[in-house]
């Protein structure tokens, strides 16, 4: 059931459909497990870096379903210090084999190379790319907007790797218009999205990545503290807290009119405020409530 957040935002609360596997991840994952467990697959491997949500869901799905688990985590120097970070240790609690690389070996992670020496290391496995996207995690994420999702005309939603927006903009209405708001810089998406929809009733605000991936400031550190204060719902620094700033600053600069009923998309992501916090302390900057 959706939250009615104001006069003109309800927001579809993702982040609480499940305790570990949450938000856009379970989404993503569903067809996914489904497939390795039909093909006999006994283990899953993916890639990702610190603060990974998708490191820790395909972790806890895997002790959730009968998976082995292998991470390839990016950046070496993360294996000296992975039980100070909580996404990380996370993750080996629930059983996952973490694997670290340096960051020129993981950019080739996609690469036929690099993926037959994993092969060889670590025998068969089910492959889930970075973030999760793929087709069977996009036709989970056309299961997000239920029939009464459609008296909205916005729908909004964050973006990583295009995977959660692009089931979103297929299972919109025409009427709607989807507005994604990215985590990262660059305009690689537009090509990532097109790649899993022909529909064009969307568009990337590119306004609101405060610098790049993970990059924050007091700004917005502030603004997620306020709005969790104010309507009791928290937001990730990462995806969920960039997008609700945008929209805000959006409807301050008259985007929106009176007549808009936006709802947006919760994805989750909660888990990596602590990480978030135990970096913010060293840098001596506010805390995440």
């Known amino acids: 059931m959706n939250i009615r957040v104001n006069d003109w935002i309800s927001l579809k609360p993702e982040y609480l459909n499940h305790e570990h596997i949450s938000g856009n991840k379970l989404r993503k994952l569903k067809y996914n497990l489904i497939n390795a467990k039909a093909k006999g697959f006994k283990t899953l491997l993916t890639f990702g870096g610190a603060f990974s949500n998708h490191i820790a869901a395909v972790a806890a799905a895997g002790k959730e379903y009968g998976f082995g688990t292998i991470g390839i985590i990016r950046g070496e120097e993360l294996h000296n210090e992975f039980t100070h970070n909580p996404t990380l240790s996370f993750a080996s609690q629930y059983g996952m084999n973490l694997h670290y690389v340096s960051r020129e070996a993981y950019r080739l992670k996609s690469s036929k190379e690099f993926v037959e020496a994993l092969h060889q290391k ?115 620094p990462i995806y969920t807290g960039k997008m609700m700033y945008g929209l805000f600053k959006m409807k301050e600069l008259g985007y929106f009119t009176s007549e808009d009923k936006v709802l947006v998309i919760h994805t989750g992501g909660l888990q990596g405020i602590e990480g978030m916090n135990n970096k913010l302390k060293t840098k001596n900057l506010p805390l995440i409530l």
Do not use: R
């Open 122 to 236: 670590f025998g068969e496995f089910y492959l889930l790319p970075e973030g999760g996207t793929n087709d069977l995690a996009v036709k989970g994420c056309e299961e997000i907007l239920q029939k009464d999702d459609f008296s909205f005309n916005y729908i909004c939603c964050p973006v990583g790797t295009g995977g959660t927006i692009s089931g979103v903009i297929n299972s919109s209405k025409a009427h709607q218009k989807v507005l994604g708001f990215p985590a990262l810089k660059g305009d690689f998406l537009d090509n990532e999205i097109k790649k899993y929809t022909q529909k064009t009733n969307w568009e990337l605000i590119t306004n609101y990545h405060f610098g790049g991936y993970a990059k924050i400031n007091e700004d917005l550190i502030s603004f997620i503290n306020w709005f969790k204060t104010t309507y009791n719902i928290p937001l990730d």
